[in-house]
């Protein structure tokens, strides 16, 4: 019942801005951290921005500066502001919603992905 759906990927010219959003529906509870997450071609995934229910964030070193992980608490929504784009950016991003009930291991819920070009 739970989904996450991405949107707001595209092409930007280098040194341009995006702004990604990622709509939860369905009931997800006990959410420890959201997140976002992205994978070139012959690459891992890997993560980008992370915000965590106690509001403190995390980035990767090569968007820090550049990248801001928003919550519009009344939409149930996750944001992701990219400013100064660059050529490595490109990658498809997705969205991640962590939650952790006691169990060993959390369960992370993720959204389809959104394609992000940073080409002139």
């Known amino acids: 019942q739970v989904q996450l759906v991405e949107s707001g990927g595209g092409l930007v010219q280098p040194g341009g801005s995006l702004r990604l959003s990622c709509t939860a529906s369905g009931s997800i509870f006990q959410i420890v951290a959201r997140g976002w997450y992205r994978q070139s071609p012959g690459k891992e995934r890997e993560s980008v921005a992370v915000?965590?229910?106690?509001?403190?964030?995390n980035y990767a070193d090569s968007v820090k500066g550049r990248f801001i992980i928003l919550r519009d608490y009344a939409e149930n929504t996750l944001y992701l502001q990219m400013n100064g784009l660059k050529p490595e950016d490109t990658a498809v991003y997705y969205c991640?919603?962590?939650?952790?009930?006691?169990?060993?291991?959390?369960?992370?819920?993720w959204g389809q992905g959104t394609q992000v070009t940073v080409s002139s």
């Open positions: 915000i965590t229910s106690g509001g403190s964030t």
């Open positions: 991640n919603y962590r939650t952790y009930s006691g169990a060993y291991y959390p369960s992370d819920y």
